[in-house]
T-cell receptor
Framework: NAGVTQTPKFQVLKTGQSMTLQCAQD?????MSWYRQDPGMGLRLIHY???????DQGEVPNGYNVSRSTTEDFPLRLLSAAPSQTSVYFC????????????FGPGTRLLVL | DQQVKQNSPSLSVQEGRISILNCDYTNSMFDYFLWYKKYPAEGPTFLISISSIKDKNEDGRFTVFLNKSAKHLSLHIVPSQPGDSAVYFCAASEYVNRDDKIIFGKGTRLHILP
């Protein structure tokens, strides 16, 4: 059982480039979410989804887009990368709600130059 | 404005003693509170949670206490072990009109001393 997988593990981008961070889960979970972790800032919710076709904004959504066309996949898109988006990004999933046990992926470390 | 606050960035505890990690919140509508543990270069893992209708939840060496009037919760680890050295995040969730968000604190780094 793979759980939550994220690709890539590490990425370097130049300012203005776009990219997609991939997230997939094989647990048939309805709730999926993206967080960023910055030093001294904890985990901040970027976007979340309560099921296929439904997405909503978290605390820090600006500069990021998401879509949820299937239950399994929840990609995060950076449309025009900025140095302020240098961070570690975690994807997570839970059966139905944010308050249930969330299973986190291993993270993607992103550096924007 | 932080809705979930962990005011101690770090804590050092002797192996075998009790570790107490604290968390304060401001939103009285939070209905679930959770603790996650994180090792370096790994994703966080769920530790323990408590519903707002309870004041205590226990799971082995881990106990979470909730004081709603003070808007305060704490995580007790007894006895503390070397493998408990990690960053601990307190989190709170609120479910309102299909809006299902979770807010994390900034974390407390726990060092278990030999």
């Amino acid at each position: 059982n793979a759980g939550v997988t994220q690709t890539p593990k590490f990425q370097v981008l130049k300012t203005g480039q776009s990219m997609t961070l991939q997230c997939a889960q094989d647990m048939n979970h309805e709730y999926m979410s993206w967080y960023r972790q910055d030093p001294g800032m904890g985990l901040r919710l970027i976007h979340y989804s309560v099921g296929a076709g439904i997405t909503d904004q978290g605390e820090v959504p600006n500069g990021y887009n998401v879509s949820r066309s299937t239950t399994e996949d929840f990609p995060l898109r950076l449309l025009s990368a900025a140095p302020s988006q240098t961070s570690v990004y975690f994807c997570a999933s839970s059966p139905t709600r944010a308050s249930e046990t969330q299973y986190f992926g291993p993270g993607t470390r992103l550096l924007v130059l | 404005d932080q809705q979930v606050k962990q005011n101690s960035p770090s804590l050092s505890v002797q192996e075998g003693r009790i570790s107490i990690l604290n968390c304060d919140y401001t939103n009285s509508m939070f209905d679930y509170f959770l603790w996650y543990k994180k090792y370096p270069a790994e994703g966080p893992t769920f530790l323990i949670s408590i519903s707002s209708i309870k004041d205590k939840n226990e799971d082995g060496r881990f106990t979470v206490f909730l004081n709603k009037s003070a808007k305060h919760l704490s995580l007790h680890i007894v006895p503390s072990q070397p493998g408990d050295s990690a960053v601990y995040f307190c989190a709170a969730s609120e479910y309102v009109n299909r809006d299902d968000k979770i807010i994390f604190g900034k974390g407390t780094r726990l060092h278990i001393l030999p």
